[in-house]
């Protein structure tokens, strides 16, 4: 019902018969937040209102410096080779995409004139293809004019194999031509709902053609400015020393008005999250640090009287237990958790089900988390269309013990449960980091008052999350019964957080445990729901099947979310950065100011 | 002389390429690889992990990896680092200077500290001042440099608020303040490292003094009527020094491969941190080119100390 009404009401903002505030007004009686109508409006085809962050300078510079500081720093500068978040938030200082994403998740320009949308005939109608408008007048730190060549050609690098860019995934099922020099458009084989992946945020940042037109391929590790980036953001680069220290300098040609603010930027690396959490709260030497995986009392007790305070931004990166389908002690043409096996214990649902209830979120939150968490009982926490309401969780050691003595699974005489022989014995591996093992130990205090024994095992992150074929410890071979680690959602869209657990990604020996569907689930109905969504080009439709794939999984127990993770940065009092759960913490870096 | 150096330079290759071939091996055998970081980015298939391990040559064979390794390095080539795609060479120059800088000032604070205060407590043992000094190096080196470390950073940066400790690389200011800004960020480090190294090491002088001190022949330079101050100087010092040489020259490699805990505290760019942070992202070709440095530098101070022997002590010929 509330779609079709939703429908009209669409269709009226779009005929101008109903204004904007109107419908976000509606919305928000309906219980919608009012970034969520916007959004609703957006993939209902209607153009995104530009909310500008609320930027205060009128004039560029005069901010004096800008001190950034990363616990791991930035080991390379060219944002098609990043490995990780440092080396992207490093590059962005220098190089911009297209356009990038604000805290809401929708599309700010940053190298073009407007944001594709239907009205404004960007966005095709059958969803295959998107034509940017590139902004005139943009000039590369070398005072080159930046055009459609230069994006064409950052396509043309990045997809070939030998360049060895991780950007592959994103530019090489994909075609750009040149319409004219201001003008280039996106061609999928398929109808793509969610187009705003290539040249986008940072995997979207834009290289100058010619400096690196004799780099591509083979020789793509050989080119000078590797180290010495050119591009055409808000701060000329300076200086670089991998893991060490990024310095720029403001850039007086800005394309931007009254931007940037800050005359000098610089990101230093090395330490750990406490002491960058100290420098800029408690004694202010820095400006703002990243990544504080620091327990919230640590920071609650540097906050009192700093000179500084943590900031959160929410996107949809998810801590979560998945259950292995598959039986990882039983050998079947040398591999183990073979797609040919059932898992002993996990199969039977009632277990999964008990498990679900004796995963204590409110204790984790309050104990481990603190603020840089939500309790969820969604694998699909964002954005907020996307987000189930039909799912709920809770913590009861009594329904799990009800559900387990229904099932047949009694208490042995070692306090055990056991079912035809089998003991309901777990084996829980996660990797190593403090507030992994705090949470394992409280699943496992739960878990032995319903009667199940868990085993806990903890592996080093450089070998859990390697795909390294030979080590039998990684996080996509699952020799355990269960395990817990994060993924994170680098854009504000479900296709690939969700496309995971589709049957065709097990992860098999066959595949080199590539395959991203490691709890080896597999289900007729979520692959269907998966298969219509990504084939959906009608907004509401699709986040119906997202919904619904999300519902799948949680009425089966694939996982059991833990938190929902938000990110945590620490700002000095009078910084106002500008951050995204969906992006790096520098995307939108030209907009930072100090409040004086 | 000439010949026992070149004879030594000569058993040192069989050796050196020894220590390549195990570091090498433990290396490649130790799990991880430097894509971990990609694994659960959604962004990125798996196939291109895939794809990059085998570019890198990573699922190559390990003795084939070996002799490629092997011979790139005999000419000259080290290789370049897997996590920031540039040559092991520059990456370690660019650090290098930090850590001669507070490494190397560490170790004459230590010198300076350890040889006046060690001579002296063996001139008059179980004197106040030789139980004072006593007490002090036990204390020194039983307290660990993380601790002294942390220690330091929260008296002097946070509650007194005098230091910073953030090291910075290269400072902005020109002329005499980048000179006292210089000074006032090594303070905390070199203290913490210096005091350390003081510790045992002015025990390893009192021992080795007052071993000296009681031979005959110091009695006789008494007796020829000789002063106290030229007596230990001239003549018990220079033997006792033997052993101390061979310390410090032992000590002289840690200058270049840096101090792994205090870099990482106080944030020096230096060897130690490349090292660690290269270690945990399994960039193997930083780490083999750091440690195999550090072994070469290792068995050239050991025939320095040699011959320094020789030049301390004339008895101790080399043959």
Not at chain 2, 144 to 157: D, K
């Amino acid at each position: 019902m509330l779609d079709t009404e939703l429908r009209s009401m669409i269709d009226e903002v779009k005929d101008g018969r109903m204004d904007r505030r109107a419908f976000v007004q509606r919305m928000i009686a309906f219980g919608l937040t009012a970034p969520m109508a916007t959004q609703i409006l957006a993939i209902g085809g209607v153009a995104m209102a530009q909310s500008p962050a609320p930027y205060k300078p009128t004039k560029r510079g005069g901010g004096g410096p800008l001190k950034l500081l990363w616990w791991q720093g930035p080991t390379l500068l060219n944002p098609h080779f990043a490995t990780g978040t440092k080396d992207q938030d490093g590059s962005r200082l220098f190089y911009e995409p297209l356009a990038s994403w604000d805290s809401s998740g929708n599309l700010c320009p940053i190298l073009v004139a407007e944001i594709p949308s239907i009205q404004n005939g960007g966005l095709a109608a059958d969803g295959k293809s998107v034509t940017w408008k590139l902004k005139p007048g943009v000039k590369w730190h070398d005072g080159k004019p930046f055009t459609a060549d230069d994006v064409v050609f950052n396509w043309e690098y990045a997809r070939d194999p030998a360049t060895s860019a991780l950007t592959i995934g994103v530019y090489q099922d994909i075609t750009v031509e040149k319409v004219d020099d201001l003008t280039v458009r996106v061609l999928f084989k398929n109808p793509t709902p969610f187009w705003a992946d290539a040249f986008v945020a940072v995997v979207g940042c834009i290289l100058p053609k010619h400096l690196f037109a004799d780099y591509k391929g083979a020789k793509s590790r050989e080119a000078p400015n590797n180290l010495k980036p050119v591009g055409t953001g808000p701060y000329k680069f300076v200086e670089f020393k991998p893991g060490d220290v990024v310095r720029g300098e403001l850039n007086p040609d800005y394309h931007m008005p009254n931007r940037p603010y800050f005359d000098t930027i610089e990101i230093k690396g090395g330490g750990d999250a406490v002491s960058a959490a100290r420098a800029v709260i408690q004694t202010g030497e820095y400006d703002y640090a990243w990544n504080m995986q620091v327990e919230d009392d640590v920071l609650l007790r540097l906050e009192k009287g700093g000179k500084g305070k943590t900031v959160y931004s929410t996107g949809g990166d998810i801590e979560f237990i998945a259950l292995n389908f598959t039986d990882p002690n039983t050998e079947v043409d040398g591999e183990r958790s073979s797609i040919k096996t059932k898992h002993p214990l996990l199969s039977d649902p009632a277990v999964r089900k008990a498990l679900a209830l004796l995963v204590d979120r409110d204790a984790m939150q309050k104990h481990i988390y603190g603020r840089a968490g939500r309790t969820t009982a969604n694998f699909l926490n964002g954005p907020d269309q996307f987000v189930s309401k039909n799912t709920k969780w809770e913590f009861s050691i009594e329904k799990a013990t009800q559900l387990l003595e229904e099932a047949g699974w009694k208490v042995g005489a070692d306090g055990i449960r056991e079912k035809d022989g089998k003991k309901l014995k777990l084996l829980y591996q996660t990797s190593t980091n403090g507030p992994r093992q705090k949470t394992q130990a409280i699943v496992k205090q739960a878990c032995q008052k319903a009667g199940i024994d868990v085993e806990l095992k903890s592996v080093v992150a450089s070998v859990f999350f390697s795909s390294d074929v030979a080590n039998p410890d990684t996080y996509s071979k699952f020799y355990a019964d269960i395990e817990m680690f994060q993924i994170p959602m680098t854009q504000p869209d479900p296709a690939q957080h969700m496309r995971r657990f589709h049957s065709r990604f097990v992860a098999t020996k066959e595949n080199k445990w590539q395959g991203r569907n490691f709890p080896r689930w597999v289900n007729k109905e979520f692959d269907a729901a998966i298969d219509a969504a990504e084939a959906e080009v009608d907004p509401i439709k699709r986040a119906a099947f997202y919904i619904k794939a999300n519902d799948i999984m949680w009425q089966d127990t694939v996982v059991i979310p833990v938190m929902h993770r938000l990110k945590v940065g620490a700002a000095t009092n009078s910084l106002r950065p500008v951050l995204s759960g969906w992006t790096n913490d520098t995307d939108n870096i030209q907009d930072w100011y100090r409040e004086t | 002389m000439r010949q026992y150096v070149l004879r030594r330079l000569l058993i040192a290759v069989p050796s050196l390429l020894g220590i390549s071939l195990v570091l090498f091996i433990v290396l490649a055998l130790a799990p991880g690889d430097p894509f971990s970081e990609l694994a659960t980015n959604p962004n990125v298939p798996p196939e291109v992990a895939a794809a990059l391990r085998a570019k890198f040559g990573l699922d190559d064979p390990i003795y084939l990896r070996y002799l490629h390794w092997l011979s790139a390095m005999l000419q000259g080539d080290w290789g370049f680092s897997f996590v920031s795609r540039m040559n092991v060479d520059t990456l370690i120059l660019q650090r290098l200077p930090t850590t001669l800088y507070v490494i190397g000032s560490a170790q004459l604070l230590a010198l300076t500290i350890a040889i006046p205060v060690g001579v002296y407590a063996a001139t008059k043992p179980y004197s106040i001042f030789d139980q004072i000094a006593n007490t002090l190096a036990f204390i020194g080196f039983s307290l660990p440099t993380f601790f002294t470390g942390l220690l330091f950073i929260l008296l002097f940066s946070i509650t007194l608020d005098w230091l910073p400790f953030v090291y910075t690389s290269d400072i902005k200011a020109t002329g005499f303040r980048w000179v006292i800004e210089q000074v006032r960020q090594a303070i905390m480090p070199v203290m913490v490292l210096g005091l350390f190294q003081a510790a045992s090491m002015t025990r390893f002088v009192r021992s080795a003094m007052l071993d000296v001190i009681r031979l005959d022949y110091v009695t006789t330079a008494r007796a020829k009527g000789l002063g106290q101050a030229r007596v230990i100087v001239k003549h018990a010092m220079r033997n006792a020094m033997i052993p101390v040489v061979t310390l410090v020259a032992l000590q002289m490699p840690a200058v270049f491969g840096g101090a792994i805990v205090t870099e990482q505290i106080f944030r020096i760019p230096g060897i130690g941190s490349l090292l660690i942070s290269s270690i945990l992202s399994n960039d193997t070709p930083v780490v083999m080119a750091v440690t195999f440095v550090f072994a070469c530098l290792v068995v050239l101070f050991n025939l320095i100390a040699d011959v320094l022997y020789g030049w301390l002590d004339p008895r101790i010929s080399l043959r």
